[in-house]
């Protein structure tokens, strides 16, 4: 899973342009020709992190073909989100593919997905609540999370000891982050870095009680005291040097500056694992979960479902597809060959004995906020990173208060 988790605005505009377009021609719920029984042929589409994960994927794939009898063809995509809005808008989507969550109300907002959790075998409640909400629409869940992945905060240890703190002086508060930053800069070192987008700057208004729509996604909830206590604290550290944007010490992203030792805390996701073990394997750092802000712990989820075509000719054979991509032990093998966590709750422990270190990811699905989940809002939210680019010198409340106007007209279709 990539750190950057989002497509870029424009593509995924003319996606969901190119959806809507094919929604109001011969409309994604027309099951026509809707094959439910025989031999299968599925397409399946991933939005691959890279050559372990396709070939996890295909193994997994051709494994459960050769049980069932059917076949199973995966295709890494170049751009997911690019390719499924052509194949919607052409009548000729995969069978199977990816969703990321910041993806999802687009699609279901048009019926271009098969709503087919309440089919899965055993039922849904094995996996996350919050990544089941993740993929809910209009109170239905449409589709199941594949894994998932929170952020935490990473401590470079020798750096740590280099300001003479201790494992007794790891932050659990925002005032106590707030304490560690000021004795790491007091040292000489650079204390924090925060990427500059809603992916991480939003943990803070999660931990501060606020967010950017109601659970539903019906509401502006954008410009509250708690989101405004979020920013006025980030933007705080920013003013005082005890937190940097990755581009300000010459950095891409989290996990670059955090591997350079640019910095002694970063906050990503399990993604930076992988990151760190091939370009800088001799850092040396521990994960603990994010600091708790004024209404206790919070942190931000990234997610991708397994999405079935509503215009699918196999959807019965897709759902047991999926459902064998879902099943633990598969999780597990995922797990093993590219790093990510499993979206069951029963895989957790069998998880923890194989990766003990990513404690603080896994445990922080109990209080992880997924992507806004509402359609029609990529510009909204694009905007609101290009502010929250300028939090430093800019005006919190009029950031939100920006947010709040785009998020209420865009929720109004």
């Known amino acids: 899973m990539a750190h950057h988790l989002r497509t870029a605005g424009a593509v995924l505009a003319a996606a969901t342009l190119a959806l809507a377009a094919a929604a109001c021609g011969s409309g994604f719920n027309d099951n026509n020709g809707n094959q ?12 691959s992190s890279g050559d372990a994960e396709t070939d996890a994927v295909k193994q997994a794939a051709a494994a459960w073909a050769s049980s069932s009898g059917n076949t199973a063809t995966v295709v890494p995509a170049q751009d997911i989100g690019q390719q499924l809005g052509q194949a919607f808008a052409g009548g000729t989507p995969p069978d199977v593919f990816y969703v990321d969550a910041a993806r999802f109300a687009d699609y279901a907002s048009i019926g271009a997905l098969e709503p087919y959790a309440d089919k899965i075998s055993g039922g849904v409640e094995d996996f996350y609540p919050a990544l089941r909400t993740a993929f809910t629409y209009q109170g239905k869940l449409y589709c199941v999370p594949k894994d998932f992945s929170t952020l935490t905060l990473q401590i470079n240890t020798e750096l740590w000891a280099k300001a003479k703190l201790t494992d007794a002086d790891v932050p659990t508060t925002w005032d106590q982050l707030t304490s560690v930053a000021e004795k790491l800069k007091a040292a000489g070192v650079t204390p924090f870095t925060i990427g500059d987008t809603r992916d991480r700057i939003g943990a803070f208004m999660v931990a501060a009680g606020g967010w950017i729509v109601s659970k539903d996604g019906t509401q502006a909830t954008a410009d509250t005291p708690q989101n405004l206590q979020a920013l006025q604290f980030v933007q705080g550290l920013l003013k005082r040097g005890l937190a940097v944007y990755p581009k300000q010490v010459d950095a891409g992203w989290g996990g670059e500056a955090f591997g350079k030792q640019k910095v002694a805390m970063a906050m990503e996701g399990n993604w930076i694992k992988g990151a760190l073990q091939h370009d800088f394997p001799k850092v040396k750092y521990t994960v ?9 712990k919070g942190t931000l989820s990234f997610t991708q479902c397994w999405g079935i075509a509503a215009k699918s000719r196999y959807k019965d054979q897709a759902i047991k597809f999926v459902e064998a991509m879902t099943a633990a032990t598969q999780q ?6 590219f790093g990510v966590m499993p979206s069951r709750a029963s895989a957790k422990a069998e998880y923890l004995k194989q990766f003990p270190n990513d404690k603080a ?14 359609p029609k809002m990529d510009s909204v939210l694009a905007d609101f990173d290009s502010q929250l680019q300028g939090l430093a010198n800019g005006n919190p409340k009029t950031i939100l208060t920006r947010l709040q106007q785009n998020s209420a007209a865009a929720l109004k279709g």
């Open 36 to 47: 439910q029984g025989g031999q299968a042929a599925l397409q399946i589409l991933i939005g």
């Open 288 to 296: 603990v979960p994010m600091p708790a802000g004024p209404a206790g």
């Open 332 to 337: 597990i093998a995922f797990a093993k060959a």
């Open 361 to 374: 990811f896994i445990d922080s699905a109990d209080f992880a906020q997924g992507p806004v989940n509402a």
